[in-house]
């Protein structure tokens, strides 16, 4: 699936991340820029805004904090 954005970039397709412990009480848009290479802080951001980014099947704010078992689907 790809999600175009005015930003001209774009994600080839779905991926589903289910946190750990390790991971948890991270803010939602530093775990994302620790997983996606390529991305810019502001562009992760964009797609969190923008509803591309969805957590536990919900759109969420960028300084989420992420907790275990959680499942984030950009």
């Keep these: 699936m790809k999600n175009n954005l005015n ?29 996606l290479d390529g991305y810019s802080r502001s562009q992760i951001k964009n797609l969190i805004e ?13 300084g989420l904090s992420l907790k275990e078992n959680q499942i984030v689907n950009v």
Excluded: C, M, P, W
């Excluded at 930003?7 to 997983?35: G, V």
């Design 50 to 62: 923008n509803a591309h980014v969805l957590v536990d099947g919900k759109k969420v704010k960028a």
């Design 7 to 35: 930003n001209n970039f774009e994600i080839e397709k779905e991926i589903s991340y289910t946190i750990s412990e390790n991971n948890s009480q991270k803010r939602l848009d530093n775990f994302l820029q620790s997983q």
